[in-house]
């Protein structure tokens, strides 16, 4: 979101996610280069970018998943800041 020349990328109030406007998204690709998880594709046939929008809150990957190995909880309570700090350390290594 930060990197995104245009601010194509939005944070959805509703739900907390980041979404890509797609009439915004100019198809540079900078964002799938920053995000250090590599979240974000490039779609060849839309020219612009896909993420998760978690849905509208409804998560089809937690409905779909046959053995409830994903849970759609606060974020807060899942160790966010390890994963941010591996990914952190990920893109420092990545960079050097
Ligand atoms: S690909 Fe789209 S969303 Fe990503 S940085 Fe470029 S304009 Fe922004
Ligand atoms: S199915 Fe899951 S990963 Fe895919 S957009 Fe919906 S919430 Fe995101």
Known sequence: ??????????????TGAKDVLEDR???????TIACPFGTIEFNPESGK?????????DPQCVTAC???AIT??????TGIDRMR???AKTLVEATQ
């Open 49 to 57: 970018v896909d993420k998760c929008d978690l849905c509208d809150g």
């Open 25 to 31: 998204c100019v198809g540079c690709k900078v964002c």
């Open 66 to 68: 046959p053995t409830a």
């Open 85 to 87: 700090h591996w990914a």
């Open 1 to 14: 979101m930060k990197a995104c020349p245009v601010d194509a990328i939005v944070v959805n109030l509703a």
């Open 72 to 77: 759609y909880i606060d974020a807060d309570s």
